[in-house]
């Protein structure tokens, strides 16, 4: 699995542009999950139109449209998509609520994915003096099926 080590104080994941679906998990050495609602069973009760701890994202020149569906990957019952259809800049995303890590601690993260265009993982750290920080973790290819990322 894909290993993030990190001095910081939070974290959390974007998922960019063009990813349709996802299946997310955070895990540090021990099975606790660090994602509130990982497998996006739980939708928001403010917003029964996306689940509860995730938020979604468009900046630049794009058309995107964001859903939160009744079907998922391998046996799940729902997952998230987002769908651009037209692109000149910017990003689209969506992203889990930040989860705290420990300093020197390893975290794994996987997730299960389709897409119809490459898309890519990046880790966003909020630092403890306030600043941000992006990290490219990698490229995913396109594929019509779910495809488990780890």
């Known amino acids: 699995m894909k290993r993030i080590s990190t001095f910081l104080t939070s974290i959390m994941l974007v ?15 021990s099975p606790l999950n660090l994602i509130t609602n990982p497998l996006v069973e739980t939708a928001d009760p ?3 139109n996306a689940p509860l701890d995730f938020s979604s994202d468009s900046w630049g020149t794009n058309t995107t449209s964001f859903s939160y569906l009744n079907s ?8 998230i998509s987002l769908n651009t259809t037209a692109y000149t ?6 992203y889990f609520a930040p989860v705290s890590v ?11 994915y389709q ?5 890519e993982i990046d880790v966003v750290y909020a630092m403890s003096g306030g600043t941000t920080q992006y990290q490219y973790l990698n490229t ?3 594929s019509p099926t779910w495809t488990a990322y780890s």
């Not at 998922?15 to 050495?29: D, G, Q, Y």
């Not at 998922?72 to 997952?79: A, E, I, L, R």
């Not at 420990?102 to 299960?112: D, L, V």
């Open 89 to 94: 800049s910017g990003d689209s995303e969506w």
């Open 46 to 48: 403010s917003n029964a």
């Open 102 to 112: 420990s300093a020197g601690a390893q975290y794994n993260y996987s997730e299960y």
């Open 72 to 79: 998922g990957s391998t046996g799940d019952t729902n997952s």
């Open 140 to 142: 995913l290819a396109a």
């Open 15 to 29: 998922i960019t542009m063009l990813l349709p679906a996802l299946r997310a998990s955070l895990v540090n050495a």
């Open 115 to 119: 897409s119809t265009t490459a898309s």
